[in-house]
């Protein structure tokens, strides 16, 4: 890259207000379409944010050998997932893609090499939720993907290099859910909220160490007991709160939302930074 490059990326992501970070608990891809308190949640704080200038998404849904960026124009709406309605198959969101992004997210991440991407678009853990936030689709996305060969400190660092895109605008959405367990969800119960003993005690120690900026202990969620053991089968879903902890800076506010479980195995919450 060129310094003529980089400086037409620096001025197309122009210094900003530091702008927040966000895990939202993204649940099932249902929740695009369906109305409840949880999309009313991401509505009314996509009408509170400063409208960004760009949107840098780590979805669960990405995995990876190796770290990629989504680097086209226009990237396409994934549904990648099966055995639910038309409906759901039939929705688009067609927000811009971000070149510029791509390009300067891999110049600022020293942690691994970074290819640009061409292939993949917006998943699900990505427009379900973002759809809510800016329903019209113009502002610009970009996904980053989750290499799953890295542990999660290597993640943890890698995020703290993405800082300074929060001086340009750039809005940092982690997308996941902190306790997801499949395997174990009571399907008869999945429109209800209702969780499992073992579901609430993961949820609210994860809680108690957020607040307590003790993102060492989320980092080794492995070494964490039953509980997190059950809530975190396998760490793509809850990786991307990983993420968005990792941006927090020392006189950052965190707010807590969304906090409901729902099938007995799964949690909705969601933060703010």
């Not at 927000?95 to 992004?101: I, K, N, Q």
Request: glycine residues 6%; hydrophobic residues 40%; aromatic residues 8%.
């Amino acid at each position: 890259m060129t310094l003529k490059d980089l400086n037409k990326i620096t001025s197309t992501l122009s210094n900003t207000k530091k702008m927040p970070v966000l895990f939202l608990g993204h649940g099932s891809p249902m929740n695009a379409i369906e109305e409840n308190e949880f999309v009313a949640s991401f509505r009314q704080l996509g009408k509170d944010l400063v409208k960004p200038n760009a949107i840098l998404c780590i979805s669960a849904h990405w995995e990876t050998k190796g770290t990629f960026v989504t680097a086209m124009q226009n990237p396409p709406t994934i549904h990648d997932f099966g055995g639910f309605p038309k409906a759901l198959f039939d929705v688009q969101y067609p927000a811009p893609g971000s070149p510029e992004l791509a390009k300067e997210t891999k110049s600022i991440i020293t942690k691994t090499e970074v290819e640009l991407d061409d292939k993949w678009g917006l998943d699900h853990g990505a427009w379900s939720v973002i759809k809510h936030l800016y329903p019209n689709a113009d502002i610009p996305v970009v996904q980053i993907s989750i290499d799953y060969t890295k542990p999660p400190q290597h993640h943890y660092e890698l995020a703290k290099e993405l800082a300074k895109l929060r001086q340009k605008g750039v809005l940092i959405i982690g997308s996941g859910n902190m306790v997801h367990n499949l395997k174990l969800v009571a399907w008869n119960k999945l429109n209800t909220q209702y969780a499992f003993d073992w579901a609430i005690e993961a949820n609210e120690t994860m809680k108690h160490y957020i607040l307590d900026d003790n993102h060492k202990s989320l980092i080794n969620f492995k070494n964490q007991g039953q509980a997190f053991d059950l809530a975190i089968p396998t760490p793509e879903h809850f990786l991307p709160l990983i993420y968005t902890l990792a941006l927090k800076e020392k006189n950052d506010a965190v707010s807590i939302f969304n906090d409901k479980p729902i099938g007995g195995s799964l949690t909705m919450t969601s933060i703010k930074i």
